[in-house]
């Protein structure tokens, strides 16, 4: 069965620096998502992603953040600077309209 | 703007009884979608079971079913028979494809369910 992937499952990295977090949708699906959970918190969304570029983004994703889908099967979230607070979980999803997402197994970031 | 409210924080169930997650939601839109999402300590987000807002009929998914009130904006889910495997955080998420052409999902505060053996 076809199932979104991402790695690294952590991330550990100092506040300031860069990392990128990386999914590979399911093949067939044309919009991906990115969610952010806070430990013990909602799930909250951060970003969209159709027909190569942006649909719509939250509050949350400021400049720091990128997306992007680089060769047309990974797609990857950027955040320039790390913050503390940036620490979470963050899922990537797909789907191929407007029904089921599915959802990776998320990667761990944890900024120190 | 579109909210979900999960108002029970934590559960638990002895293992074969039922249970029953409440989710209130508030929107404007006549089309939507409702979701439950199951969260295990593996912290990965597993589809539960999905309802269609101009389905009148509530969906059901083995054990699980929903109790889906449009006029209350409410959206209950019921596990039936609980089993250890069931523990887990379950959340309540809404999409309305109008408003929002991302299909964006926007999820409750969550609910910890435990089963007791």
């Known amino acids: 069965e076809p199932e979104v992937t991402q790695t690294p499952s952590h991330q550990v990295t100092q506040m300031g620096q860069e990392v990128i977090l990386r999914c590979v949708p399911i093949?067939?699906?044309?919009?991906f998502y990115w969610y952010r959970q806070i430990l013990g918190q909602k799930v909250e969304f951060l970003v969209s992603?159709?027909?190569?570029?942006?649909?719509?983004k939250s509050e949350i994703f400021d400049d720091q953040f990128s997306v992007e889908r680089p060769d047309g099967s990974n797609f990857t979230l950027k955040i320039r600077s790390t913050k503390l607070e940036d620490s979470a979980m963050y899922f990537c999803?797909?789907?191929?309209?407007?029904?089921?997402?599915?959802f990776g197994p998320g990667t761990r970031l944890t900024v120190l | 703007a579109q909210t979900v409210t999960q108002s029970q924080p934590e559960m638990s169930v002895q293992e074969a009884e039922t249970v029953t997650l409440s989710c209130t939601y508030d929107?404007?839109?006549?089309?939507?979608?409702l979701f439950w999402y199951k969260q295990p300590p593996s912290r990965q987000m597993i589809l539960v079971i999905r309802?269609?807002?101009?389905?009148?009929q509530n969906a059901t998914e083995n054990r699980f079913s929903v109790n889906f009130q449009k006029a209350a904006k409410s959206f209950s889910l019921k596990i039936s028979d609980s089993q250890l495997g069931d523990t887990a955080m379950y959340f309540c998420?809404?999409?309305?494809?109008?408003?929002?052409?991302?299909?964006?999902?926007?999820f409750g505060q969550g609910t910890t369910l435990q089963v007791k053996p």
């Open positions: 999803a797909s789907t191929l309209g407007y029904n089921e997402q599915f």
């Open positions: 093949s067939n699906h044309l919009y």
């Open positions: 992603f159709y027909n190569n570029e942006i649909s719509e």
């Open positions: 929107t404007s839109e006549s089309n939507y979608y």
């Open positions: 309802q269609e807002a101009y389905k009148q």
């Open positions: 998420a809404f999409m309305a494809p109008r408003s929002s052409n991302t299909g964006k999902l926007i």
